[in-house]
T-cell receptor, first 114, second 111 residues
Framework: DGGITQSPKYLFRKEGQNVTLSCEQN?????MYWYRQDPGQGLRLIYY???????QKGDIAEGYSVSREKKESFPLTVTSAQKNPTAFYLC?????????????FGPGTRLLVL | QKEVEQDPGPLSVPEGAIVSLNCTYS??????FMWYRQYSRKGPELLMY????GNKEDGRFTAQVDKSSKYISLFIRDSQPSDSATYLC???????????FGSGTRLSIRP
């Protein structure tokens, strides 16, 4: 089955701890994205990558970091610098270059602070 | 002012009713318009994808775009309890990496 997987489903972070959220896709999409979703708000873009070994900051990148070493994988690290990390994190992917791209989402990871 | 405005609801209608969900936007550069359905604690699922103005129909769902009014709609006919979810509108210009999402409308279909 083609799709996007995210793990874990739930993640707990202690004060001062960095945590990493996993995102894998087997859709052969070039572009991948990380969003944060808070209650009553739309999705906000954290980071995106249009090609391996390259990524750009989105609207709310502070306190987060990413890597894109493989086409299939785009992990997100929530660092201790992110003071309000409790949210639902969504990974997405899309094709590039056709002009008609849209984004397909994974099931999400809910991050909670202990 | 937000680029995309969407009434958060909640909207509650009886089973079988026609549902109308709407978004307004301010950026005239938006060309591609999407509707996503999101069940509780799940990722959004793409429902409809349209380009420029006009209507697009897919089963019980119809997406409508009026660029002159900067207004998009999603109609659901013969609504079912399984349609109960949050519906997110989304739109973009020429850059596929910059999609702007509405905050979502929570819809409940009463049996």
């Amino acid at each position: 089955d083609g799709g996007i997987t995210q793990s874990p489903k739930y993640l707990f972070r202690k004060e001062g701890q960095n945590v990493t959220l996993s995102c894998e896709q087997n859709l052969n999409h070039d572009a991948m994205y990380w969003y944060r979703q808070d209650p009553g708000q739309g999705l906000r873009l954290i980071y995106y990558s249009q090609i391996v070994n390259d990524f750009q900051k989105g609207d709310i990148a502070e306190g987060y970091s990413v890597s894109r070493e493989k086409k299939e994988s785009f992990p997100l690290t929530v660092t201790s610098a992110q003071k309000n990390p409790t949210a639902f994190y969504l990974c997405a992917s899309s094709t590039t270059g056709t002009g008609k791209e849209t984004q397909y989402f994974g099931p999400g990871t809910r991050l909670l602070v202990l | 002012q937000k680029e995309v405005e969407q009434d958060p609801g909640p909207l509650s209608v009886p089973e079988g009713a026609i549902v109308s969900l709407n978004c307004t936007y301010s950026n005239s550069a938006f060309q591609y318009f999407m509707w996503y359905r999101q069940y509780s604690r799940k990722g959004p699922e793409l429902l409809m994808y349209t380009y420029s103005s006009g209507n697009k129909e897919d089963g019980r769902f119809t997406a409508q775009v009026d660029k002159s009014s900067k207004y998009i709609s999603l109609f659901i006919r013969d609504s079912q309890p399984s349609d109960s979810a949050t519906y997110l509108c989304a739109m973009r210009g020429s850059s596929a990496s910059k999609i702007i999402f509405g905050s979502g409308t929570r819809l409940s279909i009463r049996p």
